[in-house]
């Protein structure tokens, strides 16, 4: 079994906050390290400014680990790089792009790397760079997707590397964490689950629509276009499928969907906005404390695993 992700990071739980664009700040990314997990602050869509604000307001907030995430698509990566450098988070996760040029300056600054890969030849390529740790994403999580799901990049990739595996998609409880340990995962990654914490900052209308939806509600865009976003099934998802199985030019398609995550998230139109969250979606019951979500999802894990020895083949 790979390592703990907890030994890596210096963390109690094995559980990673997602970074959600135009969501995970410094007020989320504390709460939930300040609850055992490891927060995240996300870079996605922000300035350099911002990345910097957020991180020295999450120092004032915490004295536990938190981490960055890097969109590698955005055109300041390497000014934001620049600025996570010399604030020091504990570690970033990297995604969207190739990490490895940036290696040996976060290495030189002493922050951990967690690239987020989505197959087996991506991770040994990372871990032979040098990476701390992996996140590896199933298709069940929300946002852009991949084509493998959690279950089948569990079974492949956590045998194939000595790094820790963090596994990410459609994780929402105990439940879900004790099996990824059980396979041999070094922790879950949580995105979706955070969304209804009393710290995220995401608009309310978010949360009520997530807490109000049913174990069906999540659907998939852009399949065609080669950028597959999971999200809520709402008005806009429905007619943006609808075009995209009626031929509708891709430049169109993107034109249409450019800036609806941060209409529904920062906004609130959640008709009109893409909500992106992952398929586990009857665990968001209710809006509560980050501790309160972490503690609960710890006792649940720890009861099935407690229980996991009474289990015959």
């Not at 959600?20 to 869509?45: D, P, Q, T």
């Not at 988070?89 to 600054?109: H, Q, R, Y």
């Not at 995401?202 to 509600?217: C, E, F, G, P, Q």
Request: hydrophobic share 45%; proline share 4%; with cysteine.
């Amino acid at each position: 079994m790979n390592k703990s992700i907890c030994n890596v990071l210096g963390i109690k739980y094995p559980i990673i906050q997602g970074g959600m664009a135009w969501v995970s700040e410094a007020k989320l990314a504390s709460a939930v390290s300040n609850a055992g997990g490891a927060g995240i602050i996300s870079s996605g869509g922000r300035t350099t400014e911002y990345v910097r604000e957020q991180i020295q307001l999450a120092r004032t907030l915490t004295a536990k680990p938190f981490g960055v995430n890097i969109m590698l698509m955005a055109p300041n990566k390497e000014e934001i790089i620049d600025v996570v450098c010399e604030e020091k988070p504990a570690f970033v996760t990297l995604g969207a792009g190739n990490p490895v040029p940036f290696f040996e300056k976060l290495k030189a600054a002493g922050i951990k790397i967690i690239p987020v890969v989505p197959n087996v030849k991506l991770a040994q390529r990372v871990e032979k760079a040098g990476a701390d740790a992996v996140v590896v994403e199933g298709m069940e999580a929300g946002g852009h997707i991949g084509v493998l799901t959690t279950m089948a990049l569990m079974t492949q990739v956590i045998h194939e590397v000595e790094i820790p595996v963090v596994v990410a998609g459609g994780f929402a409880d105990g439940r879900g964490l004790a099996a990824a340990l059980v396979m041999g995962a070094a922790g879950v990654q949580m995105g979706t689950r955070f969304l209804v914490a009393e710290e995220c900052v995401v608009h309310v209308n978010v949360k009520t629509k997530l807490i109000a939806s049913v174990d069906t509600d999540s659907i998939v865009t852009g399949q065609s276009m080669g950028h597959a976003v999971r999200g809520v099934k709402n008005k806009f998802s429905l007619n943006f499928l609808e075009m995209e199985k009626n031929g509708t030019p891709e430049a169109e398609l993107i034109r249409l969907a450019t800036g609806t995550n941060k209409l529904a998230a920062v906004d609130g139109d959640v008709e009109n906005g893409m909500v992106q969250a992952g398929q586990s979606l009857l665990p968001l019951k209710k809006i509560e404390p980050a501790k309160k979500i972490i503690d609960s999802i710890v006792l649940e894990a720890r009861a099935i695993l407690d229980n996991a020895p009474s289990i015959h083949v």
